[in-house]
């Protein structure tokens, strides 16, 4: 949905404001992860660092594999995104033209995966807090990463745009 308004009546100056709501499928990468990356366990290498092709089978090199787990949640929300921008364009004299626009946008039930629902055995520090360090063991050493995936992720976005227009075609834009 979107409107433009003509608030003093000169065509110098127009506001225009727009709103939707979009929703996100649930694609076949979600289905086919759900399906093939369950019980009884699969095999994983984590590989560290940003190896080029085709290096990514040498940082893999004396890794040992690890039993994982990919979940799906079953009872998945619907993802969507609503989305809105509100502007106001005023020509100051004849070629040059001032914007200033607001445009926001949050996104609800998006899909995530959680790092690890196994965490690593913490060590207890002096004051009590607990630290996580590399390496450390896991709590069930049989099973490295459970990583489930559910649709409990939000997001959140605002933004502000400013512009000077002025002969033709020539722009500064912040």
């Not at 005023?90 to 995966?113: D, F, N, P, W």
């Amino acid at each position: 949905m979107s409107a433009a308004w003509d608030p003093v009546g000169d065509s110098k100056t127009v506001v225009r404001a727009g709103a939707g709501i979009f929703f996100d499928l649930l694609g076949r990468r979600e289905l086919t992860i759900a399906g093939v990356r369950t019980l009884p366990l699969f095999n994983r290498i984590l590989v560290f660092g940003r190896p080029g092709f085709p290096d990514i089978l040498r940082a893999a090199e004396g890794r040992n594999p690890s039993k994982s787990m990919d979940g799906l949640d079953y009872h998945l929300n619907q993802p969507y995104v609503a989305r809105w921008q509100l502007n106001l364009e005023c020509e100051l004299k004849r070629g040059t033209m001032v914007r200033a626009g607001y445009s926001g946008a949050r996104g609800i039930h998006l899909l995530g995966q959680f790092i690890s629902a196994i965490p690593p055995v913490p060590e207890v520090q002096g004051d009590g807090r607990l630290f996580f360090p590399e390496g450390s063991p896991y709590v069930n050493p049989a099973c490295s990463r459970i990583g489930p995936r559910c649709s409990q992720f939000n997001s959140f976005y605002q933004g502000l745009t400013l512009s000077i227009q002025s002969g033709l075609g020539s722009s500064f834009n912040l």
